[in-house]
Antibody, heavy 117, light 107 residues
Framework: EVQLGETGGGLIQPGGSLRLSCAASGFTVSTYYMSWVRQAPGKGLEWVSI???????YYADSVRGRFTISRDNSKNMVYLQMNSLRAEDTAVYYC???????????WGHGTLVTVSS | DIQMTQSPSTLSAVVGDRVTITCRASQSFSSWLAWYQQKPGKAPKLLIY???TLESGVPSRFSGSGSGTEFTLTISSLQADDSATYYC?????????FGQGTKVEIK
């Protein structure tokens, strides 16, 4: 069974850094496209970043240069390093996995990041 | 970037109604369009991918269609359990973009 579990969220001051982790089970992260999608409180969904099986990465304009997606194949984990955090980065962050012809087939439960002083 | 605009933003209908949600794109793209259902406090759930392919386990009352810049999600006979917010998403190119969502309420 495919499972995704995010950790690492919390309250952080503007300008600070945080690293989100996504633990995967039931599959190997290196053979799928892994994404992060976020949702600000009461708002819609926003795609953040993706990492391909081959290692290529892409980012939303709003986070490029501040966020970095990475993967540890030995631990079957995906990460999102978030630097220079802003109030507008406050959101629930979901880890997600693609499927054949599907952008996101599986979602984690999400982890809340609150950027506030 | 491809902007996705959903309409309506909210809709209220009775059980048994046929419901249609439209998603319009700022530029034409191929069939890489998905629909999700999200209930409060939960992660989204994939309903439709590649414009019209029903995800396994999703009731057949859900269907998707469209091409170019206009895509639709139809619920043929609305059920109480369909009360949720629905999002379209294009994955034709980066950045992937979502519509702003359509909240479906049951009268």
């Amino acid at each position: 069974e495919v499972q995704l579990g995010e950790t690492g969220g919390g309250l952080i001051q503007p300008g600070g850094s945080l690293r989100l982790s996504c633990a995967a089970s039931g599959f190997t992260v290196s053979t799928y496209y892994m994404s992060w999608v976020r949702q600000a409180p009461g708002k819609g969904l926003e795609w953040v970043s993706i990492i391909y099986g081959g290692g290529s990465t892409y980012y939303a304009d709003s986070v490029r240069g501040r966020f970095t997606i990475s993967r540890d194949n030995s631990k079957n984990m995906v990460y999102l390093q978030m630097n220079s955090l802003r109030a507008e980065d406050t959101a629930v962050y979901y880890c997600a996995r693609d499927g054949s012809q599907r952008p996101v087939q599986y979602w984690g439960h999400g982890t809340l990041v609150t950027v506030s002083s | 970037d491809i902007q996705m605009t959903q309409s309506p933003s909210t809709l209220s209908a009775v059980v048994g109604d046929r419901v249609t949600i439209t998603c319009r794109a700022s530029q034409s793209f191929s069939s890489w369009l998905a629909w999700y259902q999200q209930k409060p406090g939960k992660a989204p759930k994939l309903l439709i991918y590649k414009t019209s392919t029903l995800e396994s386990g999703v009731p057949s009352r859900f269907s998707g269609s469209g091409s170019g810049t206009e895509f639709t999600l139809t619920i043929s006979s609305l059920q109480a359990d369909d009360s949720a917010t629905y999002y379209c998403q294009q994955y034709s190119g980066y950045p992937w973009t979502f519509g702003q969502g359509t909240k479906v309420e049951i009268k």
